[in-house]
């Protein structure tokens, strides 16, 4: 059958599902998007991401799967959304945390050791509050409600036929590309919620041209610039299943970290504290599981926005050839 013929829906219009809707309609093949709710990424958890393209900095907890899959999806995200920054991620650390830097240094690679006059070269907001930093140099960022209402254009134009509002499971596809995120967990009984926690904050005093993690032993913490003066603080990484609203202690640490990197935070608005769970499986690895005519695309934990491209293509190739990926697919039939 060619592709034109074989009838795809996707369900979920979280990062996954518009990637995966994107590249099998521009792959030629007949694709329809649906959304349980009616306006299509209000329960998403892609909506409150930091979106940062991090393979690097990443793998100092994640696997080298990620780096891997990361590695594969920034061309393609620079591709489909001119959007993109690639200014690479500085991180920081006070002082007194120092070996927190040596530690992250090891953990990671594609990094250089900066000084206090680079930094402030390249962060002049930044100059002078720290001795040293890591620079990332191929890192990118990008805001996340931006690309995901890009790509839902871009895969409308490419003939993905939408349907929102809408929980049903189609009967009437040759394929189903299952992209519900946590919600698939009635299907999926391994898949876990981790919740996270952010907050958005605008300050005309600073700015940033890249992400700013700041180590710090106990709560971590970075800030991605976005468009406007906006920031995004994030993330608190916490084992709950618990979609409800961000709690004072975590909203006091993300608004105090920031307020320590630079006092300027002081001043700042708080824009918004938001929360929502991270779909994730227990070694924290994407999987696409092939169960008969239904691929699952999910557990993609703190890795959506960095390895969703790289995923919608191996689901193309699938489609196309029955290419499996080792270590990301798992066929059950
Ligand atoms: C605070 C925070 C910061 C993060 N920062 C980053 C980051 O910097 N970089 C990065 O790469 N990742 C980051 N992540 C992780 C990333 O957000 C997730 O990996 C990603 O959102 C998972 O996407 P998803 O499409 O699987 O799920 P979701 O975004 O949750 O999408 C699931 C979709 O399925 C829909 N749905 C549910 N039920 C049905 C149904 N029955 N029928 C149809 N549709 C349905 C939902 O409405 C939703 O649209 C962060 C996450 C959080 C919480």
């Known amino acids: 059958m060619s592709n034109k013929q074989l009838k795809i829906t996707v369900r979920g219009t979280g990062i996954v599902g518009v990637w995966q809707a994107f590249v ?3 792959k030629g093949f007949s694709v329809t998007l649906t959304c349980n709710t009616k306006e299509p990424f209000k329960e998403a958890s ?3 991401a930091g979106a940062m393209l991090a393979p690097f900095c990443e793998t100092e907890s994640a696997e080298p799967v990620i780096r891997r899959l990361g590695l594969s999806s920034l061309p393609l995200w620079q591709e489909a959304f001119p959007h993109i920054s690639r200014n690479g991620t500085l991180v920081v650390a006070q002082p007194r945390d120092t070996s927190e830097l040596q530690r992250f240094a090891r953990q990671t690679s594609a990094h250089e050791f900066i000084d206090e006059a680079k930094i402030g070269e390249l962060e002049p907001d930044l100059a002078g509050q720290f001795r040293t930093a890591l620079f990332y140099p191929d890192e990118a960022h990008l805001q996340p409600h931006w690309a995901l209402s890009y790509l839902l254009q871009k895969a409308c134009e490419a003939g993905v036929e939408t349907k929102f509002g809408t929980s049903e499971r189609p009967d009437d596809s040759d394929y189903i590309i299952d992209c519900r995120g946590i919600a698939a967990r009635d299907e999926l009984p391994d898949l876990r919620g981790v919740r996270g926690e952010m907050a958005i904050i605008r300050t005309s005093e600073i700015s940033f041209s890249r992400p700013i993690r700041l180590l710090h032993p106990r709560f971590p913490l970075y800030m991605v610039p976005w468009p406007d003066n906006h920031f995004m603080i994030g993330a608190t990484v916490i084992e709950s299943d618990d979609q409800g609203p961000v709690c004072v202690r975590s909203g006091l640490e993300l608004l ?3 307020y320590g ?12 504290l938001s929360a929502n769970v991270r779909p994730s499986f227990p070694d924290n690895i994407p999987k696409i599981i092939v169960r008969n005519k239904t691929l699952y695309v999910n557990g993609l934990y703190r ?4 390895t969703s491209p790289a995923l919608a293509h191996l689901v193309a190739d699938y489609l196309h050839e029955g290419k499996t990926d080792e270590g990301i697919f798992v066929v059950e039939h």
């Open 24 to 26: 099998l309609a521009s």
């Open 256 to 258: 105090g970290s920031a």
């Open 261 to 272: 990197l630079h006092s300027a935070f002081g001043e700042a608005q708080i824009i918004k």
């Open 46 to 48: 892609s909506w409150i």
């Open 303 to 306: 890795h959506g926005f960095l």
